[in-house]
């Protein structure tokens, strides 16, 4: 199975700050590379698609990038609604797996 | 709107069974794969399941793999997914997800979840 590795584990930081969050699979999986939104007891919300293709509805301020073993989800001016954990998922090979999860907490 | 709605969960003891449902709205069910996520409690999202359109391809995790069986039922809207031999670990907040598009992932489309917990 090819592993995904979120880093940080947990970021703090302020409204309108800017905030990155990587993800690294174990091998390469392309660009199918998604990236969710969970809220507590809240199913997750598709945020990212295709590494870098926003998802219907998502604010601009959300960002994606990276192909291959190294991606990167931007947050630009942060909201508050914006808190919560975030998960990338890799769909380049069976079983789909997922990251542990950056959790966004407000400072 | 996209609709889907778990039910069936609740508390079963260990080597028990339970059978989820899931039912959709919103969309041409028999065009689809649906997937079943799990989350352990205060843990991140793990893949379990998928069935695609027509019952052809079915997927499983490792981790249910040989206990848990996953099918549908086009006229009724539904998915399902047994679940045998259940063990502790498998205590989860189940959903299942659609992907987005005619794709089998990633989900754009979720359940509110269903709570599993094994426990004697």
């Known amino acids: 199975d090819i592993q995904m590795t979120q880093f940080p584990s947990s970021v703090s930081a302020s409204v309108g700050e800017r905030v990155t969050i990587s993800c690294r699979a174990s091998?390469?999986?392309?660009?199918?590379l998604a990236w969710y939104q969970q809220k507590p007891e809240k199913a997750p919300q598709l945020l990212i698609y295709?590494?870098?293709n926003l998802e219907t509805g998502v604010p601009s301020r959300f960002t994606g990038s990276g192909s291959g073993t190294n991606f990167t989800l931007i947050i630009n001016s942060l909201q508050p609604e914006d808190f919560g954990i975030y998960y990338c998922q890799q769909t380049n090979n069976f079983p789909p797996t997922f990251g542990q999860g950056t959790r966004l907490e407000m400072k | 709107d996209v609709q889907l709605v778990e039910s069936g969960g609740g508390l079963v003891q260990p080597g028990g069974s339970l059978r989820l449902s899931c039912v959709v709205s919103?969309?041409?069910?028999?065009?689809?794969?649906i997937n079943w996520v799990r989350q352990a409690p205060g843990k991140g999202l793990e893949w379990a399941s998928y069935?695609?359109?027509?019952?052809?391809?079915?997927f499983y995790a490792d981790s249910v793999k040989g206990r848990f069986t996953i099918s549908r039922d086009d006229a009724k809207n539904s998915v399902y997914l047994q679940m045998n031999s259940l063990r502790a670990d498998d205590t989860a907040v189940y959903y299942c997800?659609?992907?987005?598009?005619?794709?089998?992932?990633?989900?754009?489309?979720w359940g509110q979840g269903i709570l599993v917990t094994v426990s004697s």
């Open positions: 295709a590494a870098s």
């Open positions: 997800a659609r992907g987005r598009g005619a794709a089998a992932h990633p989900y754009a489309h």
């Open positions: 919103g969309f041409n069910f028999r065009s689809y794969g």
């Open positions: 069935i695609s359109r027509g019952s052809s391809t079915i």
């Open positions: 091998q390469g999986v392309g660009s199918w």
